[in-house]
Nanobody, 116 residues
Framework: QVQLVESGGGLVQAGGSLRLSCAAS????????MGWYRQAPGKQRELVAT???????NYADSVKGRFTISRDNAKNTVYLQMNSLKPEDTAVYYC??????????WGQGTQVTVSS
């Protein structure tokens, strides 16, 4: 099993910044993808950004240019730097760890609230 522990959420004013962290532990695999997803009230969970262990990244159009995903493979940790936050970024943010056809683990979620 893989365990994910997220941190860094909170309340911030529009235009502000937050940094989320997610540390993975347990039965990890060297080749993997880690990412961030979010779910706003009444909406479906959606992809925010992903990063592979090889360094490839992918972003939702809504966060391109404002959010940056990064990894520290030695620490099995993924980060999400969120700048220029907007009220519509308010959601519960979930970390995900994926090894294709083998592992699909989710964190418990961390609340991000952006006030206008």
């Amino acid at each position: 099993q893989v365990q994910l522990v997220e941190s860094g959420g909170g309340l911030v004013q529009a235009g502000g910044s937050l940094r989320l962290s997610c540390a993975a532990s347990g039965r990890l695999v060297r080749i993997n993808t880690m990412g961030w997803y979010r779910q706003a009230p009444g909406k479906q969970r959606e992809l925010v950004a992903t990063a592979t262990s090889g360094g490839s990244t992918n972003y939702a159009d809504s966060v391109k240019g404002r959010f940056t995903i990064s990894r520290d493979n030695a620490k099995n940790t993924v980060y999400l730097q969120m700048n220029s936050l907007k009220p519509e970024d308010t959601a519960v943010y979930y970390c995900r760890y994926i090894v294709l056809a083998e592992i699909n683990a989710w964190g418990q979620g961390t609340q991000v609230t952006v006030s206008s």
